[in-house]
């Protein structure tokens, strides 16, 4: 059974940073992503990164946002820096059923966690 646990989301001021966490359990080796839903927008990729450390962001967050794992740990990680207001959402964690990512459409991703609110303030 696939369970994923996000952590760390909270509010702070523009151009501060964040760092959420994922917590999985039931996924080793797949392909894994943040994704966020702004309130009244569709859920976007944010980030994906396979096993083998190979990454892929959004032009939106280009720069500033970093994804990593912790294979050992079966964590995912997000560090967010140069926050924007507009990165205002809920952030999700995502897993695939293949190791290799499938892009970073959210229909490629067979399992989500429950969501971590992330807002940032002018």
């Known amino acids: 059974q696939v369970r994923l646990a996000e952590s760390g989301g909270g509010s702070v001021q523009a151009g501060g940073s964040l760092r959420v966490s994922c917590a999985a359990s039931g996924v080793t080796n797949h392909c894994m992503g943040w994704f966020r839903q702004a309130s009244g927008k569709e859920r976007e990729g944010v980030a994906t990164i396979e096993s083998v450390g190979r990454t892929r962001y959004a032009d939106s967050v280009k720069g500033r946002f970093t994804i990593s794992r912790d294979n050992a740990k079966n964590t995912l990680y997000l560090q967010m820096n140069s926050l924007k207001p507009e990165d205002t959402a809920i952030y999700y964690c995502?897993?695939?059923?293949?190791?290799?990512?499938?892009?970073?459409?959210?229909?490629?991703?067979?399992?989500w966690g429950q969501g971590t609110q992330v807002t940032v303030s002018s």
């Open positions: 995502a897993a695939s059923i293949w190791y290799e990512c499938p892009g970073m459409g959210r229909d490629r991703y067979a399992y």
